[in-house]
C-alpha cells in the first residue's frame, strides 16, 4: 500500500499468469501488454467492488498498476472499516474467479453493444 493524504494505492499481487479461460477471452492484442495482469486484475476488483459495494475506486498507472482509494474529506474509522470489509468480501473470491468474471463481463457487453 501506498499513498499520501486522501488519496491510497493498493498493489494486488496476481500471481505469474492468467488462467487460461481468461487468455481465451482476451484479445490477442491485448494480451501483448507487459501489465495486462495486472490491469485486469485490478479492474475486476474495481467493477466488483462498484457493482457488489457501490464503492467506487479507480486504478492510477505510472510504473506499477495501483488500486486507488480515493474516500471523501470527511470518512471516518466506520467509512474505512465498511471499505475494508468490501475488498476483503471481493478479494476473497480469488485471483481465477474475479478475472474469469470481469472478462466475460466485459465480452457479454461489447458484444451485446455489435
Known amino acids: 500500500m ?3 493524504g486522501a488519496l491510497h494505492g493498493v498493489y494486488l499481487r496476481q500471481g505469474p499468469t492468467l488462467p487460461k ?3 481465451d477471452l482476451i484479445p490477442l492484442s491485448l ?3 507487459p501489465q495486462v495482469t495486472a490491469k485486469l486484475l485490478t479492474g475486476a476488483v474495481i467493477a ?3 457493482r457488489d459495494h457501490n ?3 479507480f486504478f492510477g498507472s505510472n510504473q506499477r498498476i495501483a488500486l486507488i482509494v480515493s474516500p471523501p474529506l470527511v470518512a471516518g474509522e466506520e467509512e474505512v472499516q465498511i471499505f475494508l470489509r468490501a475488498l476483503d468480501d471481493v478479494l ?3 485471483v481465477r474467479r474475479l478475472l474469469t468474471d470481469f ?3 466485459k ?3 461489447a458484444k451485446a453493444v455489435r
Do not use: F, Q
Request: glycine share 8%.
Open 2 to 4: 501506498a499513498g499520501r
Open 55 to 57: 464503492i467506487l475506486t
Open 107 to 109: 465480452v457479454s457487453a
Open 21 to 23: 479461460a481468461v487468455r
Open 31 to 33: 494480451a501483448k501488454d
Open 48 to 50: 466488483a467492488l462498484y
Open 92 to 94: 476473497s473470491r480469488g
Open 103 to 105: 472478462v466475460r463481463e
